[in-house]
């Protein structure tokens, strides 16, 4: 079963606008949280991440907010531009660092 | 220089045939993993190798036989291709222990016919 889901499915937002992305966990062995960014035709790259212990993480536009009672974290981009369109997922691992992906997030920002 | 590559980066076959990705990392990472992303996204862990040991198998027919022949290495041998095997096949690598992102490759698009 999946063990993160992930919502929206798609999303599209004018230029300049706040994107959110958000996804839940069940598992509370996870304790690390990365979001990673896919462009058409290329593997996904880490985009930023945050661990259990600390409930924002702001990188540039890009900041992650967690609620590790609510098990909840959420991907928000600020001021988003037409190069931000890509897929975008939330991930989960543990103690093997296996990672579990959610089912993705395709981001249309809009000129 | 590419961090983690694979090839082919395209491969079409036929039903029954046996084919082989390879995936190669420059990162010195101790752990590499396949991955398969099905038509709708969906990214899910097939094998992990951490110093050529097999860590994870997940629910993969056997058909699927990972190979690390030293930790900077790890290819996918598929045997019996099937339609349903159609899908991109990730290759990524981390280092050892909790709390790494993973560095992905470009990607494998296996069609089967």
């Known amino acids: 079963q999946q063990q993160v889901k992930q919502s929206p499915q798609s999303l599209i937002v004018q230029k300049g606008g706040i994107s959110i992305i958000n996804c839940a966990y069940e598992n509370t062995a996870f304790d690390y949280f990365p979001w990673y960014q896919q462009f058409p035709g290329k593997g996904p790259a880490l985009l930023i991440a945050i661990r259990p212990d600390v409930s924002e993480k702001k990188e540039g536009r890009f900041t992650i907010s967690f609620n590790k009672s609510a098990k909840q974290f959420s991907l928000h981009i600020m001021d988003s531009q037409p190069g931000d369109s890509a897929t975008y997922f939330c991930a989960a691992s543990g103690y093997n660092n296996d990672m579990r992906f959610g089912a993705g997030t395709r981001l249309t920002v809009k000129p | 220089d590419t961090a983690v590559s694979q090839t082919p980066k395209y491969l079409v076959t036929q039903m029954g045939n046996d084919k082989s990705i390879k995936c190669e990392q420059n990162?010195?990472?101790?752990?590499m993993y396949w991955y398969k992303q099905d038509s709708k996204k969906f990214l899910k862990i097939m094998f992990s190798y951490n110093n050529k040991e097999l860590i994870i198998n997940e629910t993969v027919p056997n058909r699927f036989s990972p190979k690390s022949p030293d930790k900077a290495h790890l290819n996918l041998h598929i045997n019996s291709l099937e339609l349903g095997d159609s899908a991109v096949y990730f290759c990524a690598s981390s280092r050892q222990g909790r709390n790494y992102g993973y560095t992905f490759g470009s990607g494998t698009r296996l069609t089967v016919v």
């Open positions: 990162l010195g990472h101790d752990t």
